[in-house]
Each structure stands twice: as C-alpha cells, then as structure tokens.
C-alpha cells in the first residue's frame, strides 16, 4: 500500500510540476508572470539595481539555469555574454526568442537633428548595433506576449485554456495602457521632445511619435561643447525634465538640470511596473 502511495504521489508531483522558466530582465518576469501565472516558477537573472549590461550571475542562479525548461531570451547585453553558456549548462533547456516578429531600431537613430557632422559620422558608421528595449513600446508588449503565450502552451499543452485565458486577460491590460497614454498625449504636438540621459526609449517615442533626446551618445558622456548644445536645445524645445536611470550616475543631468532649471526624474525602463513606469513618463513629458 505504500508503495502504491508513493508511485502516486511521484506521478503527481510530475503531472503538476511547474515549467521552471528563467527570464533576464525584470519586465520579462512580469509579463511571463502574467500569462504563465502559477503554473510557471521564474527565475530572473539581472538582479533589481544592476545593469543588463555589465552583470554576471551568481552561483545560485547558475543552479537555476541548470534545473530550467526554458530560457527567455530578450536580446540585453547581458545575454550576449552568458546565453551560450547557460545553453551548454543546460543542453535540454529551449530558449525562446522574445524579439522573433519585432523589428529592431537602430542605435545610429539616437543622432540629434542638429548634432555636428562628426558625429553623425560615427553613428553612420557604427556596428549596426540595435537598441534592445523592445518593451517600452506596448505594440511590442503584445508580440512578446504571444512569444510567450506559444512557448508555454507547447511546453505544458495540458494547461493551453489557462494560458489563453491569462494571454487573453494580459492584452486587455496592454491596450488600456496604449489607451491611457495616447489621451494624456492628445494635446501634444507630433515630434514632441523629451530629453533622456541613456537612450533607452526609442520604441516607446517612435509608437506615439515623440522624439527622445538622449545626452549620452554610443555610451559616452557629452563634451563641454556638445554639453552647451544640449542646454541650448533643451531650452529651445522646453524640456520640462530630464530623465535618468537608477542605474547610471546622473551627475551631468544634475548640472543641466540646474542651468536649465528643470527636475531630474529617476526612472529605469528594467522596472517590473512596466504599466505604470509609461504612464508615468507620458504624464511627465506632457507636464501633468
């Protein structure tokens, strides 16, 4: 009898067993999160504070790659460094491409209109690298969520009502915020300006036709002429802030925000409130 007991319980644990998923960024938790509900245990990878860029994973989240169905690729920096091995940690582990059907944006597009030719040269130039922030734009939310509403349903098929439901509930929740933003910016102009320090939201300004003018330019920060620039154009356009990232140091927005007499606002796309972290941007850039 009780091996009987047991054999059942073993079938159990497998039949309800939870897809063990790891994600890179915290957005990412947040949207497999909402569709793979507690049916999916995510592990995150870049840590809250650190930078997709530079961060390596820690011995403990090595040991959660290795135990993972499923690995949620989104195209970071950091994944650049680490993807491969996470792949030969875990040779069963299927990693699932977030950016399959969202066309990436170029980082030569962050050139300001009337920067000097120079630089215009060097992003011409540049390594045809692209701006991996895909999930500041909702339009690209949906696809990412479809990428991963497909990849859960053909890892746990048994579960595909659940999924569908939780997808189905989470576009809903996509468009409202698209709602929501398109009415705060209804009394702004296109080609509205909003100065960034990190260039981290061209998706976001080229779904509702902003412009983001960044300040550092291919990672670096600018030259006290290129400096005098940007004041001058921040005045020229009305900037009424300037934002940074938790990540980065915000010292030089600080000095232009003081010249120009203007807020610096703290706000870092890797925010697990992807919602409310948009909505919040578009009431800042219309000055509500």
């Known amino acids: 009898m009780k091996k009987i007991l047991l054999i059942i319980s073993i079938l159990n644990t497998f039949i309800f067993a939870n897809i063990n998923a790891v994600v890179s960024i915290l957005p990412e938790k947040t949207f497999v999160k909402a569709i793979g509900g507690d049916k999916v245990n995510i592990s995150l990878m870049v840590l809250p504070g650190n930078s ?49 059907g969202i066309k990436k944006l170029s980082m030569a597009s962050y050139d300001h209109e009337s920067h000097d030719k120079h630089h215009k040269n060097e992003d011409a130039h540049e390594n ?3 701006d991996p922030h895909i999930w500041t734009s909702p339009d690209n939310v949906k696809i990412i969520a479809e990428n991963i509403y497909k990849a859960l349903t053909e890892a746990d098929p048994s579960n595909e009502s659940y999924y569908k439901q939780n997808y189905e509930t989470f576009l809903t929740h996509i468009e409202e915020t698209d709602s929501k933003i398109k009415n ?10 909003f100065m960034v320090f990190h ?90």
């Open 184 to 193: 705060i910016l209804s009394s702004k102009p296109k080609g509205t300006k």
């Open 128 to 130: 045809e690298s692209t």
């Open 52 to 100: 997709p860029h530079t961060y390596e994973p820690k011995p403990s989240q090595m040991k959660d790659v290795a135990k993972a169905t499923l690995y949620f690729a989104i195209g970071v920096e950091f994944e650049n460094v680490w993807l491969n091995k996470f792949k030969n940690l875990n040779q069963n582990m299927q990693v699932i491409d977030l950016t399959s």
């Open 199 to 288: 260039p981290s939201w061209a998706y976001f300004a080229q779904t509702y036709g902003l412009k983001q003018l960044p300040v550092e330019i291919e990672g670096k920060s600018p030259k006290p002429k290129e400096l005098i620039h940007l004041i001058n154009e921040a005045k020229e356009e009305k900037i009424s802030a300037i934002f940074t990232q938790p990540e980065f140091s915000d010292s030089i927005a600080k000095i232009m925000a003081n010249e120009l007499n203007i807020k610096v606002i703290k706000v870092s796309p890797l925010s697990p409130n992807w919602s409310e972290n948009l909505i919040n941007i578009t009431n800042a850039i219309a000055g509500k």
